[in-house]
């Protein structure tokens, strides 16, 4: 069974990071790209990093750019997304997603491409 684990999440103040953790099993992240999208109450659910199998292509949103960082350790089957300066506006539910679509070549930021996902961490930032 394909699974993905999401681990990290927290409460934080405004200013603090946190360091979230994908770690699959049932499979080898090997020929998946792997995104990270976020869900806040009342919102629709946002892609906010994605990075290529090969860890060389990412895509990040405008929101995150310059504080959060996507990267994956394949030997680890694990991806995580560092996440600094952490804003009030990043509280959410992070979810991770996998895909083999385009052999997981490319860092699509849709979240219709990725077919297999995690149940989600929760990042609260307040103070």
């Known amino acids: 069974q394909l699974q993905l684990v999401e681990s990290g999440g927290g409460l934080v103040q405004p200013g603090e990071s946190l360091r979230l953790s994908c770690a699959a099993s049932?499979?080898?992240?090997?020929?998946?790209?792997i995104g990270w999208f976020r869900q806040a109450p009342g919102k629709e659910r946002e892609v906010v990093s994605c990075i290529s199998s090969s860890g060389v292509i990412t895509n990040d949103a405008d929101s995150v750019k310059g504080r959060f960082t996507i990267s994956r350790d394949n030997a680890k089957n694990t991806v995580y997304l560092q996440m600094n300066s952490l804003k009030p506006e990043d509280t959410a539910v992070y979810y991770c997603?996998?895909?083999?679509?385009?052999?997981?070549?490319?860092?699509?930021?849709?979240?219709?491409?990725?077919?297999?996902w995690g149940q989600g961490t929760q990042v609260t930032v307040s103070s």
């Open positions: 049932g499979f080898t992240l090997d020929n998946y790209a």
């Open positions: 997603a996998a895909t083999s679509r385009f052999g997981g070549k490319l860092a699509a930021p849709i979240p219709a491409l990725y077919n297999v």
